[in-house]
C-alpha cells in the first residue's frame, strides 16, 4: 500500500471506520457536507499514513481539526469555490503537522548538543 504502514490491510479499515465515525457527525453538526469530508478522511489519513514509532497522534488530529475549521470558514465565506481546494485539506494537513514535528524535535536535539538554531554554523572562527 502507498501509506508505507507495516500492517496496511488493518489500518486501512481503521482508518475508513474512524472517517465514518467522525464524518458523519462533523457534516450533521456543520451543516454541510465538504467539512465532515475534510474532518473524516483527514481523521483517517492522521492514522493510517505512516509514522515513527515514537510520534504522537495529537499533533496529526489538531491540524486536521484546524483544517475541518478552515474549511468550514472558507465553505461560508466563498461557497462552492471551497470544493476546489478542500479535498487537499487533509493529507496536507496531516504532512504538515509531520514536518512541524520533525522540524521541533530536530531543534530540541541541537538545542541538547549545544546548538542554538539547529541550523550550519556560520560563525568560523578558525580559517
Not at 483544517?67 to 462552492?80: E, N, W
Not at 478542500?86 to 536535539?109: H, K, N, Q, W, Y
Amino acid at each position: 500500500f502507498l501509506t508505507q504502514h507495516p500492517s496496511a490491510p488493518g489500518a486501512a479499515a481503521r482508518g475508513m471506520g474512524l472517517s465514518l465515525l467522525v464524518g458523519i457527525p462533523v457534516s450533521a453538526v456543520a451543516g454541510d457536507a465538504v467539512t465532515g469530508l475534510v474532518a473524516g478522511v483527514g481523521a483517517g489519513a492522521a492514522i493510517v499514513v505512516r509514522r515513527a514509532p515514537t510520534d504522537a497522534l495529537r499533533p496529526r488530529f489538531v491540524a486536521v481539526a484546524l483544517a475541518s475549521l478552515y474549511t468550514f470558514v472558507i465553505v461560508r465565506l466563498t461557497g462552492a469555490v471551497a470544493l476546489l481546494s478542500a479535498p487537499v485539506f487533509p493529507f496536507t494537513s496531516v504532512g504538515m503537522a509531520d514536518m512541524i514535528v520533525a522540524r521541533r524535535a530536530e531543534l530540541d536535539r541541537a538545542a541538547a548538543d549545544g546548538d542554538d538554531d539547529g541550523g550550519p554554523d556560520l560563525d568560523r572562527s578558525e580559517p
